[in-house]
């Protein structure tokens, strides 16, 4: 499923349509969590499914959900691995990663194995369910915006967030791609650091951008690109990077 197959649930307006309702998979072994935290999701007009497992977690997100809800520390395996499995065979679901670690080198971590966006245990509802809004929300302005773009030798189709180098398609992870996208969008023109932080992951960041080059170090590898001599993506020193226009 998609979040494109309905107005997301918490949208204001999604009474005025019939559209089916959004699946949320809640993934998270305290019944203290997983509840109260269904219950909300459910008023905000959320279907939710609730399982206390990473195995059950695995198979029930191949099984077709709209949103990943994944606790980090499930039992049988953990949340990042479950992530890491699902991204590797293709899956563009939305994950938010719950935690009750907020040190950086985990938040880059969870990140790193595909997660879309991460909230540290304890939580308010309100918090969650703006990182959910966003992370909807920018799921769909990336399969909503600019079709195909070809930048000498790079063709992104930003609908099927699919991309191709020499006509090669290349596999991204999820926020290797958002990231592409932004760039993409703003192809010839530098995209600040702070701007790619608070797109890709709906974040004012503070402090360190070491997940950021993290990420575009290794969309570069993927892409064949070279830092000191660049084909398609600039660093522009103490600003950002720019998606180069003529290859």
Do not use: N
């Not at 679901?93 to 245990?121: F, N, Q």
């Not at 992870?173 to 702070?194: M, N, P, S, W, Y």
């Amino acid at each position: 499923m998609s979040p494109h197959t309905a107005r997301h649930p918490l949208d204001p307006l999604a009474g005025e349509d019939l559209a089916p309702p959004l699946v949320a998979l809640i993934a998270e072994d305290d019944e203290d969590i997983s509840e109260p935290l269904a219950g909300a999701m459910r008023r905000e007009g959320f279907e939710v499914t609730c399982v206390a497992d990473g195995p059950s977690a695995l198979e029930t997100a191949r099984r077709g959900c709209d949103l990943l809800i994944l606790d980090i520390g499930l039992p049988g395996m953990d949340g990042l691995e479950v992530c890491r499995r699902l991204r590797a065979e293709g899956s563009k679901v939305p994950v938010v990663m719950l935690t009750a670690r907020a040190g950086e080198i985990d938040t880059v971590v969870g990140l790193d194995a595909g997660a879309d966006d991460y909230v540290t245990k304890p939580f308010r509802l309100a918090e969650f369910h703006a990182r959910v809004r966003a992370v909807l929300r920018r799921r769909s302005e990336a399969e909503e915006g600019p079709g195909e773009g070809d930048q000498g030798g790079l063709r992104v189709d930003v609908a099927a967030r699919r991309v191709w180098v020499d006509d090669e398609e290349v596999v991204l992870t999820a926020k290797e791609f958002d990231l592409l996208a932004i760039l993409h969008r703003e192809a010839g023109r530098v995209v600040e650091r702070e701007q790619l932080m608070r797109e890709a992951w709906q974040t004012d960041w503070v402090g360190s951008t070491k997940t950021l080059d993290m990420h575009v170090s290794g969309l570069r590898k993927k892409l064949g690109d070279c830092h000191s001599d660049p084909r398609f993506i600039a660093t522009v020193r103490g600003v950002g990077f720019r998606l180069l226009t003529d290859g």
